[in-house]
C-alpha cells in the first residue's frame, strides 16, 4: 500500500519586480505525519541557495483553495477561478506563490485516498512520537 506520495507542481513566484518567476515545486503527503503536508522549494528559489521545506496543516491547503484560510507562517487564498495564493512568512519576508488550483485539488485527492480527511487519528503512531519528544534535548 502507497503511504507516501509527491508530486511535482509549477509555481509562480510573485515578487516585487515585476517579473513573475516560475519554479518547480514537490508537495509531499506522508501518512506517518497524517495531519501535515510538505511543500519544497528548490535551491534556485531561495535567498539562501539550499532547498526549503514548508510543513503545514492540510486541512489548510484543502480550506485555503476555497476561501482565504491561516493567519500564522502560511496563509491560502483562492487567487481567481484557476488559481491559489500561497503565502509563507518568515523572519527575513514574506514569499507569495501562484499555484494552478488543480493541482493542489490533484495532490489532495490523492492524498485523501491514503487518509481520508477526518479519519488521521487512526494513522498516528503515539508511542513513536512520544519516544522522539522524550528523546529531544532541552
Not at 476561501?67 to 491560502?76: E, L, M, N
Not at 514569499?95 to 487519528?121: C, K, N, S
Request: hydrophobic share 45%; charged share 25%; net charge negative.
Amino acid at each position: 500500500m502507497i503511504t507516501v506520495i509527491e508530486q511535482a507542481v509549477q509555481a509562480r513566484l510573485v515578487a516585487t519586480a515585476p517579473k513573475v518567476e516560475t519554479v518547480p515545486v514537490t508537495l509531499c503527503y506522508d501518512r506517518a505525519d497524517p495531519f501535515a503536508v510538505r511543500m519544497a522549494f528548490p535551491a534556485l528559489a531561495t535567498l539562501e541557495g539550499v532547498e526549503v521545506s514548508w510543513t503545514f496543516a492540510r486541512e489548510l491547503l484543502m480550506s485555503g483553495i476555497r476561501t482565504p484560510a491561516g493567519c500564522g507562517d502560511v496563509r491560502v487564498r483562492p487567487y481567481d477561478g484557476d488559481r491559489t495564493t500561497i503565502e509563507f512568512h518568515a523572519p527575513e519576508g514574506v514569499a507569495i506563490v501562484l499555484m494552478m488550483t488543480a493541482d493542489l485539488q490533484r495532490f489532495l485527492d490523492r492524498a485523501a485516498a491514503i487518509v481520508a480527511p477526518g479519519l488521521e487519528h487512526r494513522y498516528l503512531d503515539m508511542d513513536h512520537s512520544l519516544a522522539e519528544l522524550m528523546r529531544r534535548p532541552n
